[in-house]
């Protein structure tokens, strides 16, 4: 016992040590990642920390660069697995497709509909799966329309018909996404019902993963003392709805709402229930500091990477965040502003690779955005480690904090590494530094039971020892009671 | 009669496993000076417990931001929860035919905090080596000092005042809520001095700056 506090005393100038170390090593003699301490993080007590940026705005893509006349409040942006990148330029009813270089490949403004010329009406919302169908929400035509590789029409989805909808049920669909099994999954202006799922062939089948109705206890409390008449004229409760949706590889949508309490993110399963991971810090909801008047962060479109890597695009500050699997924050960028690599109207994010685009609304403008040494490492991390390469997962997470040692998450994926190599002293370090309390006692079981098994035989003989002397004691007391006893008598 | 010092020693741990003798004799038979400092030990050591507890307890059981930490604060949030209850108490109880003294109350109070100091003062030590699925007998032994705490605080508080059980839990409960009015008038209190400091200083700021 007393050796083991004292092997703990040495363990924290050790960690000391450690610090210290690693605090000159970052100044002195490693590269320091470019763009300094320009974005920020939050740490695990929430503050507000500084950290490098992940993100640099490289280029400006407009539409006279392209050379297509200027984009009109373009809402949507789709990057298909080749990298091609399909931008829905709505105020002029077309959709741009340029190739990974950012040079213009085609133009689809009109299709083929039963022999007749058909064209889209303030398109708000495309998809382009795999094998390069492309869906376009045609939200003034109310309808949602298919498009094969040769941009022949597929189908046509609209006015959808089924028990479930009403009568006068006005269809106007704004984002659409599609699954492997090429169910088509929109989300529609008015429904508070959640996604609407069509089936490959383009039937309405169900509603899935609405949001929950917030009551505000005030406007509760007004409601219950207000008579009838003056309830009809107050305002419903009503769950609010989707503001975006993305689907990665496995088939789960990624989907935004613009609650502002709860989990305005989430992960959604074929039944319409969140399964997204919130072991983070706090809660993935963008900024979780920011001024009263302010208010928290209203996010309008969502990203989904590999590696469950994913962004999401706040439209009250510009700000991208980018979480991993588990919700911690990996990194932040973006903003409000004139500069490069700030927007004015951001309204979709989409990746190129590891490139960001960004698509401001209102000046027609796509930002691009490339990693820096510390984004590319710390994104190499993360998928590191989602691979199950623990290896690499150490180096990139070393090389990170090394670059940035506020970044708190990264040590525990250090520690995983660590207690995978069975090196539990070191783990329980660096678990203990990003306050993962689980992996700590993970580790430090086994670091308990690996330090009681080495001392297993000097504690037994010590054991052992001790009961022979307390025996052989008493034998003796009893010997020499019993020959005073004698003696008295 | 002035006791040994093995006695001094040993009697608060009499008080804690037999406390309506020992309450009783705190009350009757025991001089109330040494009492006190035996009263100002024990609330010396539950600060330091505190104190060591914020600074070496396991990490499992103490998330603790280093940078709130401040040991001369966890002095005062030992004895100013102590001096409030034993301020709310004897005001209380003195108009509810209470026959206790406040010294009496103070010592009756800081003596029910002696399970604190000697349940959690090992446990810091002890929170070292324990695992996430042990620390629910951390929570329990916490739970257990507590408990023991507030029973020791009845029984003082029905000895040295000499009420009935139901009496003292009225009591115990009323001096709650007056520490709640006390704590609402210390804040209100201390906020008009402070406006009353910043006008005079701003005054005199005018003045000196006109002058």
């Known amino acids: 016992m007393k050796l083991f506090n004292k092997g703990g005393f040495r363990k924290r100038l050790a960690v000391c040590a450690l610090s210290f170390a690693l605090l000159f090593s970052s100044g002195a003699m490693l590269v320091q990642a470019e763009g300094g301490g320009s974005s920020y993080n939050y740490s695990f007590w929430g503050n507000t920390v500084v950290a490098p940026a992940a993100y640099d705005a490289t280029a400006l893509l407009t539409g006279d660069d392209l050379g297509v006349g200027s984009l009109k409040e373009p809402n949507d942006l789709h990057v298909t697995a080749d990298q091609h990148i399909y931008v829905l330029d709505s105020g002029n009813n077309r959709i741009l497709v340029l190739d990974s270089n950012y040079a213009l490949l085609d133009v689809i403004d009109q299709f083929d509909n039963a022999g007749q010329q058909d064209g889209f009406s303030n398109p708000q919302g495309i998809f382009v799966t795999e094998d390069k169908q492309l869906y376009v929400a045609d939200t003034g035509n109310k309808r949602v329309v298919q498009l094969d590789q040769q941009l022949q029409l597929v189908k046509i989805v609209d006015s959808p018909q089924s028990e479930l909808l009403q009568a006068n049920f006005d269809f106007q669909p704004v984002r659409v996404v599609v699954d492997k099994a090429s169910r088509i999954y929109v989300m529609s202006t008015g429904v508070f019902d959640g996604f609407m799922e069509f089936s490959a062939n383009g039937d309405f089948t169900t509603f899935i993963g609405a949001n929950r109705v917030y009551v505000d206890p005030i406007e509760y409390l007004w409601k219950t003392l207000s008579t009838k008449e003056q309830r009809s004229q107050m305002v419903q409760f009503t769950p609010t709805e989707f503001t975006n949706l993305d689907i990665n590889d496995e088939g789960f949508i990624y989907a935004t709402n613009g609650d502002q309490w709860g989990d305005n993110i989430k992960k959604l399963n074929a039944q319409g229930t969140d399964i997204l991971r919130r072991e983070g810090y706090f809660e993935p909801e963008g900024d979780i500091r920011y001024r009263p008047v302010d208010g928290p962060s209203r996010l309008i479109d969502i990203d989904v990477a590999d590696s469950e890597i994913y962004s999401v695009l706040d439209a009250k500050r510009g700000r991208i965040f980018t979480y991993n699997g588990d919700s911690h924050l990996m990194y932040v960028f973006g903003g409000l502003g004139n500069q490069l690599g700030k927007f004015t109207a951001p309204t979709a994010i989409e990746r190129v690779g590891d490139n960001m685009l960004v698509l401001d609304k209102a000046l027609g403008e796509i930002t691009v955005f490339e990693t820096t040494a510390y984004g590319r490492t710390l994104n190499e991390a993360v998928r590191s480690y989602y691979r199950g390469d623990e290896e690499a997962a150490f180096q990139r997470y070393m090389e990170t904090i090394n670059m940035n040692a506020n970044l708190e998450f990264a040590y525990s994926g250090i520690g995983k590494a660590l207690l995978r190599q069975g090196n539990y002293g070191e783990a329980i370090k660096y678990f203990k530094e990003s306050y993962d309390n689980k992996g700590y006692s993970k580790a430090f079981l086994l670091h308990r039971k690996a330090i009681l098994r080495s001392y297993f035989p000097t504690i037994m003989t010590s054991v052992v020892v001790l009961l022979l002397i307390l025996i052989v004691w008493r034998k003796v007391r009893k010997w020499k009671g019993g020959k005073k006893i004698v003696t008295i008598e | ?211």
């Not at chain 2, 006791?3 to 001094?8: D, G, H, I």
């Not at chain 2, 009492?35 to 307890?57: D, E, K, P, R």
């Not at chain 2, 206790?100 to 100091?117: D, H, M």
């Open chain 2, 1 to 211: 009669m002035s006791p040994s010092s093995k006695e001094l020693v040993k009697y608060p741990f009499y008080l804690i496993v037999h406390p309506f003798n020992g309450y009783w004799e705190l009350k009757y038979e025991r001089s109330n000076k040494i009492n006190l400092v035996i009263s100002f030990v024990i609330l010396l050591l539950l600060s330091l417990t505190n104190i060591l507890h914020s600074q070496y307890a396991g990490f499992l059981v103490n998330l603790y931001n280093p940078k709130s930490m401040n040991s001369l604060m966890e002095f005062v949030y030992v004895l100013v929860p102590v001096l409030f209850w034993c301020v709310a108490n004897w005001s209380l109880t003195t108009l509810m035919d209470g026959e206790g003294k406040f010294v009496e109350i103070f010592n009756s109070t800081c003596f029910a905090l002696i399970p604190l100091v000697l349940i959690n003062f090992p446990w810091i030590w002890l929170s070292n080596v324990i695992a996430m699925e042990e620390t629910a007998f951390y929570h329990f032994s916490n739970s257990f000092a507590l408990i023991w705490f507030v029973f020791l605080l009845f029984v003082g508080n029905m000895t040295v005042h000499q009420y009935t059980p139901l009496k003292t839990i009225m009591t115990m409960l009323l001096t709650l809520v007056a520490i709640g009015f006390m704590a609402f008038l210390c804040l209100l209190f201390f906020s008009l001095v402070q406006q009353i400091i910043s006008f005079i200083s701003v005054i005199y700021q005018e003045i000196v700056m006109r002058g």
